[in-house]
């Protein structure tokens, strides 16, 4: 134990013989390491507060629907005659963080022409507390619990079919009876989501009216969305599908997925590079010590005892820089926790559009401790990788090798 306190004590002052050379080694490793962090918290917070703010204005954590509404190998395709009443769901701490919501595609014809649309019966009042969507009304207003027979059009399909606030449209489909549902209904708002494609392709009316309009029973739906945020699991509800929103979205999920995995990738580049830097300035450094080690062997220390010093001083050089770069991310991390980064200073001003939804987000830094020992041991690995041929290398110059 005694021989291996000296050997630290040695590594460590030979650390600081040459200081300038140490503290260049050292701040390049704990610069690293910070940034890495603070990159990688970065891509996890921004990931999330992006897909919260894209979630929230329409899609939701999750859907709750009868267990043959989504077609098993396409999510995009749905069977309208597959509905389902609140009584089924058996876990009702669901009801408080989602709203029902009754689906159809259908026409709907203006003055220029008809285009087919996805019709949505949606609950105002619920809409409101959970979701961003009354908010991408930007002319006209939101519908009106109260009223009926009233509808909210994307600008583009407004303009498309040439209608205004105030027009009335007819909307015909297919009732869960066989009929041919149609109705007339008042255009009261327009919505805006950026100029994406959503705004063709989206209307929302009541959900009375819609269950009216499909002649379907007050208290069966199509869909119950979740939005509760804080959770990212999804329960399990006997009878009942429960399906994520990457699987309802999965070019999303996937979008976002490679983001969180491109990061990781530029995170091992960054070390890579700092450890081939530092791998050469090692190599001069123990160059530059040769006589000393030719030393220590002619009075009896072997080329064992010299690499095991010679491998200390570098994992002593990892560990202050690894706590001083965790530091420095900690600290960064914690600043854009209190002050959130807008994610337009990466655009040039520009919003982001997502899956047809415009998306302004202040990303909001949140630390995940795994990061705090994963990019450790990742700098570890690269680092001691590194240094072992500058290590061969001096063993094999050394002429009074024991």
């Not at 990742?378 to 002429?399: C, D, E, H, N, Q």
Request: glycine share 8%.
């Amino acid at each position: 134990m005694r021989a291996f306190i000296f050997l630290v004590k040695f590594s460590y002052r030979n650390l600081w013989r040459a200081p300038k050379r140490t503290l260049i080694m050292l701040l390049s490793l704990a610069i690293g390491t910070g940034f890495i962090i603070w990159d990688l918290n970065f891509a996890n917070s921004g990931s999330k507060e992006v897909m919260k703010e894209f979630l929230t204005q329409y899609a939701g954590e999750y859907h709750v629907t009868h267990r043959n509404y989504y077609n098993e190998e396409n999510k995009k395709e749905f069977d309208i005659f597959q509905t389902f009443s609140d009584a089924e769901i058996q876990d009702k701490s669901i009801l408080a963080t989602s709203t029902r919501r009754v689906t159809a595609p259908v026409f709907v014809s203006g003055e220029k022409k008809t285009l087919g649309v996805l019709l949505t019966g949606i609950e105002p009042e619920r809409e409101r507390a959970l979701t961003a969507l009354p908010r991408a009304v930007n002319a006209g207003r939101f519908l009106d619990p109260e009223g009926q027979r009233e509808i909210i059009l994307g600008k583009r399909l407004a303009r498309r079919i040439d209608v205004k606030i105030g027009d009335r449209v007819a909307v015909i489909g297919q009732a869960l009876d066989g009929s041919i549902a149609n109705d007339l209904m008042t255009v009261v708002g327009l919505l805006d989501f950026g100029g994406g494609d959503l705004e063709e392709s989206l209307a929302f009316t009541q959900i009375q009216g819609a269950q009216e309009f499909l002649a379907m029973a007050p208290d069966r739906v199509h869909q119950r969305v979740d939005f509760n945020m804080k959770d990212d699991s999804t329960p399990v509800l006997p009878g009942l599908a429960v399906t994520h929103w990457a699987e309802i979205l999965p070019e999303i999920g996937v979008s976002v997925q490679f983001v969180d995995n491109f990061t990781w990738i530029v995170s091992f580049i960054i070390v890579l590079v700092i450890s081939l830097g530092l791998s050469n300035t090692l190599m001069i450094t123990f160059f530059e010590r040769e006589q000393e080690f030719q030393t220590l062997n002619i009075i009896g220390a072997k080329t064992s005892w010299v690499a095991k010093a010679l491998m200390i001083e570098v994992f002593l050089l990892g560990t202050l820089a690894v706590i001083i770069g965790a530091g420095l991310g900690h600290v960064a991390t914690t600043l854009c926790y209190y002050f959130p980064v807008d994610l337009q200073l990466f655009t040039g001003g520009q919003p982001i559009i997502m899956g047809g939804l415009i998306i302004q987000p202040l990303v909001r830094f949140y630390p995940i401790m795994a990061y705090y020992w994963k990019v450790p041991l990742l700098i570890y690995f690269f680092l001691g990788s590194t240094m072992i041929y500058p290590l061969i290398r001096v063993i094999r110059r050394s002429k009074n090798a024991i």
